[in-house]
């Protein structure tokens, strides 16, 4: 099918604009002015969306209001969750959030909320403020509320994202900076990626694992014993990770992965996915010392004809992918780089 005859990704929305909709909604609610619905928020950048209520609560002191989420058409693991914001009346002027259901808690030092707060960050929280402050004045009523928001399945939906990893327990984080989610966007992995060097700094940790999948990812703990927090799934993000570390260096990181990826980040690749970049298969075999090299199938293939051969090709382009990233980070990082092959044993090393 020709490419330019599909239709273009739908963008969906953020957790963060879901639980601001409902929050805005419930608030109304609560001064006796009933549930707006569809709820129409003001986002950063001007957008103006209308959400729809999938639940509408009412008493005498708490409302409540959810929508469903849709994340248009990404494969967001929350698409379709019930995001539920529950307003109480509070002793004292503010707005305050607290976690309800399948919303985690925060429990490492180093991202941009206190250990013991809710995981709903800081835009979602503005976001949900903005609107809720706007609201306020146009009902002419002052803001004393607390806001609660649940997820119905939260904490079994974080199994499948990094939280655990980041020490946020117990459920999902309320997410989203302009609450517009983009189809496959890499902002969201690479925000992730960030505040795990924020966490593995502030839990003080001198060397990091970057990983490009999981398979390297065990082999490199087994090889370094080293926490969970300390390991940092890359993915083929190493210039964005490269870059975050020039700002906050580290002593000591080992950057471990699959052949075919390091090849890419030995060749100068700092986009190691295979929609940016690919293998060239012409320098692989010069660095394999054989030409012929050069008509094999992939990568791992050459990998194979050398290890069969007695080739250290795969410490030769571990080396040559540590100069790479010694070239983008600050001389005070030393540089370990491991080469895992597709059985997950080590193919590569440069110390």
């Known amino acids: ?112 909320l206190a250990v013991g707060e809710p995981a709903i960050n800081p835009a979602p929280r503005r976001i949900i403020s903005d609107n809720i402050t706007r609201l306020a004045e146009q009902l002419g009523v002052s803001v004393a509320v607390t806001v609660t928001i649940s997820i119905p399945g939260g904490a079994e939906l974080a199994r499948q994202t990094l939280n655990g990893r980041l020490g946020i327990v117990d459920g999902l984080s309320i997410l989203g900076t302009t609450g517009v989610v983009v189809p496959y966007s890499a902002s969201a992995w690479i ?57 906050k260096p580290v002593p000591r990181l080992c950057i471990a992965g699959g052949f075919a990826k390091l090849v890419k980040l030995a060749q100068g690749n700092l986009d190691l996915h295979s929609k940016a970049s690919q293998v060239d298969m012409q320098r692989l075999a010069q660095m394999f010392g054989d030409p012929s090299a050069a008509h094999a199938n992939t990568a791992a293939q050459v990998l194979e004809l050398a290890q069969l051969s007695g080739i250290p090709l795969g410490n030769r382009v571990a080396a040559a992918a540590r100069e790479v990233a010694r070239q983008h980070l600050k001389p005070e990082t030393s540089v370990e780089v491991l080469v895992i092959d597709g059985t997950g044993e080590v193919a590569g090393h440069a110390p």
């Open 191 to 247: 925000d992730s990626l960030h505040r795990g060097v924020d966490v593995a700094l502030a839990c003080g940790h001198r060397q990091l694992i970057a990983a490009t999948g999981r398979t390297s990812e065990a082999a490199a703990r087994a090889r370094l014993n080293l926490p969970e927090e300390a390991v940092l799934d890359m993915g083929g993000f190493a210039g964005s990770l490269f870059k975050y570390l020039r700002h």
């Open 1 to 112: 099918m020709d490419s330019s005859a599909q239709k273009p990704l739908r963008a969906g929305w953020t957790t963060g604009a879901c639980a601001a909709a409902a929050a805005t909604a419930a608030f109304q609610a609560l001064h006796g002015k009933g549930f707006p619905d569809p709820m129409t928020i003001q986002l950063p950048r001007g957008l103006l969306p209308a959400f729809a209520l999938a639940r509408r609560e009412w008493h005498a002191h708490t409302a409540c209001a959810s929508v469903i989420k849709d994340a248009g058409d990404d494969p967001d693991v929350t698409h379709g969750a019930e995001i539920i914001a529950r307003l109480t009346l509070a002793d004292r002027p503010g707005i305050f959030f607290a976690a309800g259901e399948g919303v985690g808690r925060v429990t490492r030092p180093g991202l941009r």
